[in-house]
């Protein structure tokens, strides 16, 4: 495999010299801003400005000089230097703001992250997006919790921050310390870095601290996609955001989004011991551009997303999901220029000649690490003390000052015990004149620190894991005032290792070699110094922050433009559009996969006959002088023979993915593979059995050009992971040595050449057929996309083979989950989409989420099971209970939620529904209550099944799984499975089978509209549902009917649009609206009446803008119901609401029409009576009034709207 580096990404993804132009600006996300806050003790109420919501230019105004002492800005030094007090006084200072109560200080650490971000703002308008950190109180240094802070604090603190330096704070609660010193120091640094968890933090404890990590990286999200404007850039950071990416994507599609991880990755062995291992790639995958700092930590990424999510690589990324997300290698550097600086205050020679007079005579050894047992502090103070023992000529001669600068969370262990190891080196082998190791475990300031730096001989870093370690930089930097140039002695476990070879590298846990390096360094000669140290010189001030940041970019927007395209959502079909070119084309090609395609996917391979009706589809296809049809497949010669060719005439064949062809109207097949090299396939085949051995169900199918590896019949959830393990033993065996690739498809892998594929036979029949002006090609699975993209990119290519540019391309996609109705692309069915995946080793089933909660999986047949549940006190874990239909009852389930140890419920659904046993609402009248015809003293019984549980209000999740199609009863057999293994263990034995929850819902949102304010046309409200009315949608009542509305509006919309007339030029507005959260209680409508004739409002401070509804001056910010005051109710002259009109649930097939008024109404009624299907609800002499519907809440702000309610039902509800 071709090293991720950044030069060779380029190779394939060429970038000019120049930055790249951004249309948009850089948003910067960083876990913390690079500042620390200090609020004064007695608050000034003095009303600030507040920021404005956009910058008022395009840079933000450059930061303060930085060389202006001031004693009450210095810190104090510490005692390395042993100076007088006044020489203690630090005169590099750092950047402060002061407004009203707010002092805003630059942060000390990660200076090389916050450099290159800064440098972008030279070519680009940015903006930093961080948390701010923990506030303190000036003077006291007292904690500061952001909800103590009043809201004219935190405004007043995002105007300084904004106006500096464009900083927009983050603002956490108590969720940051389970988040940071949580999830972040306790579970992902010791796995990053390879060491042992501790102890304390079990597995509930670390599920806590996952929920903490999961929130805030959603609030980080959501402030991104509040800031977000189209074409900008999104540039994430660190380990402490991993999940960002994919929340950002989510809401934003089309956003370029990067994300740059600074600490080391782990092997995928290591990785794949965390729990939320899926998440946390799927959340770095949410991005364009995975960024890490050496190759090695990209390819431990690359292989953790082969192995745990199955994922093709590429030799500049993943795929997943059908999208290239690109992974390379961008070494950070730190800031030549502020390090030179820094080093050149006037506080650090003092001190320079104070740490050389302290050791007068004598070599200094270098080391300041933070007290973190990955920095190897420990094996350093070993090494040193075999140094000393095996080169004793240099006792009394050299000194090691170690700086351990404190950090977050309890390390005093480790610190006693390089104490005790100082102390023991000191006592063995100093003297009363002579000390060899200076320990210091405190921070000191930032001219000491130079000030060690320069004056080293030697600089020592034992990391035994370090992400990028720019001390190694900065030290470089420091000496090159020197004639003779100190050493740097790297442990090759750094980040840096990698790309300071003139460093000595050394393996930290070799003493003997460490103290061996020390030894070669000092007795090196002059010339070899000053090589080395100007190779390393030459590398630092090349491979800059600034260059990091910049070559970061630059990839992004490449890539970013390049992913538009792949990145887009593939539209539904149009069928009418699709039949009118069709009857419209002289000349038609049509390119059918088969497997998953022309046939349904099934267990076994050779049970995927074709049906007589598909043959006869084919042969009338074939059978049109105008049509040429091809079937593309994966099979062989002679299956494609056996089912398609002997059955059907003038049709094309293409077998084993396009090596052999079979024209129309020939009888032989053709070899396109022929010459090529397949002495790859004794290898593949080796490989292949080695798994078929090891996984019961999987076979081997022999190919002439191909062999695949099917693991259909095998176990689920091994097969999968077999199917991980054996790609990833392809990708480094096979496909590295040979010009071969694996095609990973629907349960099964395929390896075979790379120069063929469906895609070039494509190309070669279009070749072919020049006048062709209509193409249809239709697939399931990714060796289908090769086709695509060789189609999409003939038709939009100009010197392509595809002559006629008016020529029509239809790419078809199906999918096992995905219908081609309207209805599934709205719901979820739990059946094609379960909230119950396959066992895995932790013994968990199940999806993690944003909220939920993990049940271990008890079943309940009878009441007597029921009973012996929720009154047995020896089961303490949570659990599942799974249920028969007859016992989801309400009083069942309020028993249930009073033992506290019920996670969740599931149905198991074993037979067809009846009447008698749907859930249905507990009201004969829903509605009623609050509805239209609350005081009525008889309201009229629209649902006569009322069994009492729909309506109850359960803080539980209630699932339902039936057994209808593959993925369903997969997930049926697992369940049943897995509640025999807990019963068989009597709940008592680890790990037992558990199912964790998906607790989500959909919430109605404001939407915009396009009705101008001052437009005095009446308004007619188009308007459906979209929320079913059953606790099951798809198994009881309601699971047809809303759809169908929304189907009726959008078929409204679209006759509509046909009409000949300007729409500008018509008299009435036509408003169209789909209601969330309707049945039985009407939120959608309600909340949308009340923010329409809600009075306007702002509030706040005032600031002279103008108000884009108003005209005129207003209080920022304007926050009430902005996206509504264009709709007038006044205007409103009439509601047609389509609620049922799937026709299934009367013997009348035809449309009923509801109206509340009959008197008002009738000119309504008289007009929509004229058309075919449709009539009055009471025309049988019965006066009825409306159903519940959403019109209802219109009329209850005003009796004179006209309102009709078109539903298949007379009387009652349909079933």
Same mark, same amino acid.
């Given at each position: 495999?071709?090293?991720?580096?950044?030069?060779?990404?380029?190779?394939?993804?060429?970038?000019?010299?120049?930055?790249?132009?951004?249309?948009?600006?850089?948003?910067?996300?960083?876990?913390?801003?690079?500042?620390?806050?200090?609020?004064?003790?007695?608050?000034?109420?003095?009303?600030?400005?507040?920021?404005?919501?956009?910058?008022?230019?395009?840079?933000?105004?450059?930061?303060?000089?930085?060389?202006?002492?001031?004693?009450?800005?210095?810190?104090?030094?510490?005692?390395?230097?042993?100076?007088?007090?006044?020489?203690?006084?630090?005169?590099?200072?750092?950047?402060?703001?002061?407004?009203?109560?707010?002092?805003?200080?630059?942060?000390?650490?990660?200076?090389?992250?916050?450099?290159?971000?800064?440098?972008?703002?030279?070519?680009?308008?940015?903006?930093?997006?961080?948390?701010?950190?923990?506030?303190?109180?000036?003077?006291?240094?007292?904690?500061?919790?952001?909800?103590?802070?009043?809201?004219?604090?935190?405004?007043?603190?995002?105007?300084?921050?904004?106006?500096?330096?464009?900083?927009?704070?983050?603002?956490?609660?108590?969720?940051?310390?389970?988040?940071?010193?949580?999830?972040?120091?306790?579970?992902?640094?010791?796995?990053?870095?390879?060491?042992?968890?501790?102890?304390?933090?079990?597995?509930?404890?670390?599920?806590?601290?996952?929920?903490?990590?999961?929130?805030?990286?959603?609030?980080?999200?959501?402030?991104?996609?509040?800031?977000?404007?189209?074409?900008?850039?999104?540039?994430?950071?660190?380990?402490?955001?991993?999940?960002?990416?994919?929340?950002?994507?989510?809401?934003?599609?089309?956003?370029?989004?990067?994300?740059?991880?600074?600490?080391?990755?782990?092997?995928?062995?290591?990785?794949?011991?965390?729990?939320?291992?899926?998440?946390?790639?799927?959340?770095?995958?949410?991005?364009?551009?995975?960024?890490?700092?050496?190759?090695?930590?990209?390819?431990?990424?690359?292989?953790?997303?082969?192995?745990?999510?199955?994922?093709?690589?590429?030799?500049?990324?993943?795929?997943?999901?059908?999208?290239?997300?690109?992974?390379?290698?961008?070494?950070?550097?730190?800031?030549?220029?502020?390090?030179?600086?820094?080093?050149?205050?006037?506080?650090?020679?003092?001190?320079?000649?104070?740490?050389?007079?302290?050791?007068?005579?004598?070599?200094?050894?270098?080391?300041?690490?933070?007290?973190?047992?990955?920095?190897?502090?420990?094996?350093?103070?070993?090494?040193?003390?075999?140094?000393?023992?095996?080169?004793?000529?240099?006792?009394?001669?050299?000194?090691?000052?170690?700086?351990?600068?404190?950090?977050?969370?309890?390390?005093?262990?480790?610190?006693?015990?390089?104490?005790?190891?100082?102390?023991?080196?000191?006592?063995?082998?100093?003297?009363?004149?002579?000390?060899?190791?200076?320990?210091?475990?405190?921070?000191?300031?930032?001219?000491?620190?130079?000030?060690?730096?320069?004056?080293?001989?030697?600089?020592?870093?034992?990391?035994?894991?370090?992400?990028?370690?720019?001390?190694?930089?900065?030290?470089?930097?420091?000496?090159?005032?020197?004639?003779?140039?100190?050493?740097?002695?790297?442990?090759?476990?750094?980040?840096?290792?990698?790309?300071?070879?003139?460093?000595?590298?050394?393996?930290?846990?070799?003493?003997?070699?460490?103290?061996?390096?020390?030894?070669?360094?000092?007795?090196?000669?002059?010339?070899?110094?000053?090589?080395?140290?100007?190779?390393?010189?030459?590398?630092?001030?090349?491979?800059?922050?600034?260059?990091?940041?910049?070559?970061?970019?630059?990839?992004?927007?490449?890539?970013?433009?390049?992913?538009?395209?792949?990145?887009?959502?593939?539209?539904?079909?149009?069928?009418?559009?699709?039949?009118?070119?069709?009857?419209?084309?002289?000349?038609?090609?049509?390119?059918?996969?088969?497997?998953?395609?022309?046939?349904?996917?099934?267990?076994?391979?050779?049970?995927?006959?074709?049906?007589?009706?598909?043959?006869?589809?084919?042969?009338?296809?074939?059978?049109?002088?105008?049509?040429?049809?091809?079937?593309?497949?994966?099979?062989?010669?002679?299956?494609?023979?056996?089912?398609?060719?002997?059955?059907?005439?003038?049709?094309?064949?293409?077998?084993?993915?396009?090596?052999?062809?079979?024209?129309?109207?020939?009888?032989?097949?053709?070899?396109?593979?022929?010459?090529?090299?397949?002495?790859?396939?004794?290898?593949?085949?080796?490989?292949?059995?080695?798994?078929?051995?090891?996984?019961?169900?999987?076979?081997?199918?022999?190919?002439?050009?191909?062999?695949?590896?099917?693991?259909?019949?095998?176990?689920?959830?091994?097969?999968?992971?077999?199917?991980?393990?054996?790609?990833?033993?392809?990708?480094?065996?096979?496909?590295?040595?040979?010009?071969?690739?694996?095609?990973?498809?629907?349960?099964?892998?395929?390896?075979?050449?790379?120069?063929?594929?469906?895609?070039?036979?494509?190309?070669?029949?279009?070749?072919?057929?020049?006048?062709?002006?209509?193409?249809?090609?239709?697939?399931?699975?990714?060796?289908?996309?090769?086709?695509?993209?060789?189609?999409?990119?003939?038709?939009?290519?100009?010197?392509?083979?595809?002559?006629?540019?008016?020529?029509?391309?239809?790419?078809?996609?199906?999918?096992?989950?995905?219908?081609?109705?309207?209805?599934?692309?709205?719901?979820?069915?739990?059946?094609?989409?379960?909230?119950?995946?396959?066992?895995?080793?932790?013994?968990?089933?199940?999806?993690?989420?944003?909220?939920?909660?993990?049940?271990?999986?008890?079943?309940?047949?009878?009441?007597?099971?029921?009973?012996?549940?929720?009154?047995?006190?020896?089961?303490?874990?949570?659990?599942?209970?799974?249920?028969?239909?007859?016992?989801?009852?309400?009083?069942?389930?309020?028993?249930?939620?009073?033992?506290?140890?019920?996670?969740?419920?599931?149905?198991?659904?074993?037979?067809?529904?009846?009447?008698?046993?749907?859930?249905?609402?507990?009201?004969?009248?829903?509605?009623?209550?609050?509805?239209?015809?609350?005081?009525?003293?008889?309201?009229?019984?629209?649902?006569?099944?009322?069994?009492?549980?729909?309506?109850?209000?359960?803080?539980?999740?209630?699932?339902?799984?039936?057994?209808?199609?593959?993925?369903?009863?997969?997930?049926?057999?697992?369940?049943?499975?897995?509640?025999?293994?807990?019963?068989?263990?009597?709940?008592?034995?680890?790990?037992?089978?558990?199912?964790?929850?998906?607790?989500?819902?959909?919430?109605?949102?404001?939407?915009?509209?396009?009705?101008?304010?001052?437009?005095?046309?009446?308004?007619?409200?188009?308007?459906?549902?979209?929320?079913?009315?059953?606790?099951?949608?798809?198994?009881?009542?309601?699971?047809?009917?809303?759809?169908?509305?929304?189907?009726?509006?959008?078929?409204?919309?679209? !006759?509509?649009?046909?009409?000949?007339?300007?729409?500008?030029?018509?008299?009435?507005?036509?408003?169209?609206?789909?209601?969330?959260?309707?049945?039985?209680?009407?939120?959608?409508?309600?909340?949308?009446?009340?923010?329409?004739?809600?009075?306007?409002?702002?509030?706040?401070?005032?600031?002279?803008?103008?108000?884009?509804?108003?005209?005129?001056?207003?209080?920022?910010?304007?926050?009430?119901? !902005?996206?509504?005051?264009?709709?007038?109710?006044?205007?409103?002259?009439?509601?047609?609401?389509?609620?049922?009109?799937?026709?299934?649930?009367?013997?009348?097939?035809?449309?009923?029409?509801?109206?509340?008024?009959?008197?008002?109404?009738?000119?309504?009624?008289?007009?929509?009576?004229?058309?075919?299907?449709?009539?009055?609800?009471?025309?049988?002499?019965?006066?009825?009034?409306?159903?519940?519907?959403?019109?209802?809440?219109?009329?209850?702000?005003?009796?004179?709207?006209? !309102?009709?309610?078109?539903?298949?039902?007379?009387?009652?509800?349909?079933?």
């Amino acid at each position: 495999m071709i090293p991720l580096t950044a030069e060779n990404v380029a190779h394939y993804l060429p970038l000019s010299g120049q930055s790249p132009h951004i249309k948009g600006r850089i948003i910067h996300v960083t876990h913390q801003i690079p500042y620390n806050i200090l609020r004064a003790q007695h608050t000034d109420h003095q009303l600030p400005l507040s920021p404005p919501r956009s910058p008022s230019s395009k840079y933000p105004p450059p930061m303060p000089a930085l060389d202006e002492p001031s004693s009450s800005d210095a810190v104090a030094a510490a005692p390395i230097s042993k100076l007088a007090r006044h020489h203690r006084r630090g005169t590099t200072l750092r950047m402060r703001f002061h407004a009203a109560d707010w002092t805003v200080v630059e942060r000390r650490g990660h200076q090389a992250l916050y450099a290159g971000l800064q440098s972008l703002r030279k070519d680009y308008e940015t903006i930093h997006i961080g948390w701010t950190g923990p506030i303190k109180e000036q003077g006291t240094c007292k904690l500061i919790t952001p909800n103590k802070l009043a809201l004219e604090d935190k405004v007043k603190l995002q105007a300084l921050l904004w106006e500096t330096a464009h900083v927009i704070p983050v603002f956490l609660d108590e969720k940051s310390h389970g988040h940071y010193e949580g999830y972040c120091k306790q579970v992902l640094w010791p796995v990053f870095h390879y060491l042992e968890r501790s102890s304390s933090c079990s597995s509930r404890v670390e599920k806590s601290y996952w929920d903490d990590y999961v929130a805030v990286n959603r609030q980080f999200a959501k402030t991104v996609i509040d800031r977000y404007q189209p074409n900008d850039i999104i540039f994430i950071n660190d380990y402490h955001l991993l999940l960002v990416p994919e929340m950002i994507r989510e809401a934003l599609p089309d956003a370029a989004i990067g994300i740059f991880i600074h600490v080391t990755f782990p092997s995928s062995e290591v990785f794949r011991c965390l729990q939320t291992r899926n998440e946390i790639l799927q959340g770095i995958l949410g991005a364009n551009l995975a960024g890490f700092q050496t190759y090695s930590y990209a390819r431990h990424f690359i292989s953790s997303c082969t192995r745990v999510l199955g994922c093709e690589t590429t030799q500049i990324g993943v795929s997943h999901h059908g999208t290239l997300i690109s992974v390379g290698t961008f070494p950070i550097g730190v800031d030549c220029a502020r390090v030179s600086q820094f080093s050149k205050q006037p506080g650090v020679r003092p001190k320079m000649n104070a740490i050389r007079d302290m050791h007068s005579g004598k070599k200094i050894i270098a080391g300041r690490d933070k007290l973190d047992s990955t920095k190897g502090i420990l094996q350093k103070l070993h090494a040193f003390e075999g140094f000393l023992r095996d080169y004793p000529e240099w006792r009394n001669k050299i000194v090691l000052i170690q700086v351990a600068t404190p950090t977050h969370g309890d390390h005093s262990k480790l610190e006693a015990k390089i104490s005790e190891t100082v102390s023991h080196i000191n006592g063995k082998y100093g003297s009363l004149e002579y000390t060899p190791i200076h320990y210091y475990h405190q921070d000191i300031d930032r001219d000491e620190y130079y000030a060690l730096l320069s004056v080293a001989d030697l600089l020592l870093i034992t990391c035994s894991r370090d992400g990028m370690n720019t001390t190694s930089y900065e030290y470089v930097l420091c000496q090159h005032h020197k004639n003779e140039p100190g050493q740097l002695i790297l442990s090759e476990f750094t980040g840096t290792a990698g790309s300071m070879s003139a460093a000595i590298l050394v393996n930290p846990w070799d003493y003997a070699e460490v103290a061996k390096s020390i030894n070669d360094a000092l007795t090196m000669s002059l010339d070899e110094k000053v090589t080395r140290h100007e190779q390393l010189y030459r590398h630092v001030t090349s491979r800059t922050a600034d260059f990091w940041a910049h070559s970061f970019i630059k990839q992004l927007v490449t890539i970013s433009q390049q992913h538009d395209l792949q990145s887009r959502a593939t539209p539904t079909l149009n069928s009418p559009k699709l039949l009118t070119d069709y009857k419209a084309a002289k000349k038609r090609i049509m390119f059918f996969d088969y497997d998953g395609t022309l046939t349904p996917i099934v267990s076994v391979p050779s049970a995927a006959t074709p049906s007589p009706e598909m043959l006869k589809a084919l042969q009338g296809l074939c059978n049109d002088p105008k049509n040429i049809v091809w079937v593309i497949s994966g099979r062989d010669q002679a299956t494609l023979d056996e089912w398609l060719g002997n059955n059907i005439k003038n049709i094309g064949l293409s077998a084993e993915h396009g090596c052999y062809v079979k024209p129309v109207g020939s009888s032989k097949w053709q070899s396109v593979v022929d010459g090529l090299d397949m002495s790859w396939k004794s290898d593949v085949i080796e490989i292949f059995d080695y798994y078929t051995e090891r996984t019961q169900g999987s076979f081997v199918e022999h190919k002439k050009s191909s062999v695949t590896w099917h693991y259909r019949q095998a176990d689920a959830e091994y097969g999968a992971f077999q199917a991980k393990e054996c790609q990833n033993h392809l990708e480094n065996a096979i496909v590295s040595k040979y010009p071969v690739e694996i095609l990973v498809g629907k349960k099964n892998l395929e390896v075979r050449p790379m120069s063929i594929n469906k895609g070039e036979i494509v190309k070669r029949i279009l070749s072919k057929n020049p006048d062709t002006n209509l193409v249809i090609c239709a697939g399931d699975d990714k060796t289908d996309e090769d086709m695509f993209r060789a189609l999409s990119s003939a038709h939009q290519s100009p010197s392509s083979v595809w002559p006629e540019r008016d020529s029509h391309l239809y790419s078809i996609t199906w999918a096992e989950d995905i219908a081609t109705t309207l209805y599934p692309h709205i719901y979820t069915n739990l059946n094609n989409w379960p909230c119950v995946k396959l066992l895995n080793a932790t013994g968990t089933i199940g999806c993690h989420s944003l909220k939920k909660k993990s049940g271990v999986l008890y079943q309940a047949n009878t009441t007597q099971d029921l009973d012996n549940f929720i009154h047995n006190n020896s089961l303490t874990n949570d659990a599942a209970v799974i249920l028969t239909l007859d016992l989801l009852t309400t009083s069942n389930l309020e028993q249930l939620i009073q033992t506290k140890k019920v996670a969740g419920i599931i149905v198991l659904v074993k037979n067809e529904l009846n009447n008698t046993n749907i859930p249905s609402p507990d009201s004969t009248c829903p509605n009623c209550q609050f509805g239209l015809y609350a005081n009525d003293s008889d309201p009229y019984q629209w649902n006569s099944q009322a069994l009492n549980l729909i309506e109850q209000s359960f803080d539980i999740p209630i699932f339902a799984i039936k057994p209808i199609d593959d993925i369903s009863n997969n997930v049926y057999n697992q369940i049943n499975q897995a509640v025999a293994y807990n019963a068989e263990k009597q709940y008592r034995q680890y790990p037992l089978k558990a199912v964790d929850f998906d607790l989500f819902m959909w919430a109605a949102v404001n939407a915009k509209t396009c009705l101008r304010r001052d437009d005095n046309k009446p308004i007619i409200v188009v308007s459906s549902k979209l929320d079913s009315r059953a606790l099951f949608h798809d198994l009881t009542i309601g699971a047809s009917k809303d759809i169908s509305g929304l189907v009726a509006v959008l078929a409204v919309a679209e !006759a509509l649009s046909r009409a000949p007339v300007v729409l500008d030029t018509l008299p009435k507005h036509i408003l169209y609206t789909l209601f969330t959260a309707e049945d039985w209680a009407f939120a959608g409508s309600q909340r949308f009446v009340k923010d329409i004739t809600s009075p306007f409002e702002c509030t706040n401070a005032t600031r002279a803008i103008p108000c884009p509804y108003l005209n005129a001056t207003c209080t920022f910010p304007c926050v009430r119901n !902005a996206d509504f005051k264009r709709i007038r109710f006044d205007k409103i002259e009439s509601v047609f609401e389509f609620q049922s009109v799937s026709g299934i649930n009367s013997d009348y097939m035809g449309y009923y029409i509801h109206v509340d008024d009959q008197e008002l109404n009738q000119p309504l009624v008289a007009s929509l009576e004229k058309y075919p299907g449709l009539k009055s609800a009471s025309s049988d002499g019965i006066q009825r009034k409306l159903p519940p519907s959403s019109a209802m809440s219109f009329l209850q702000q005003s009796r004179k709207i006209k !309102a009709a309610v078109i539903t298949d039902y007379q009387s009652k509800l349909g079933k």
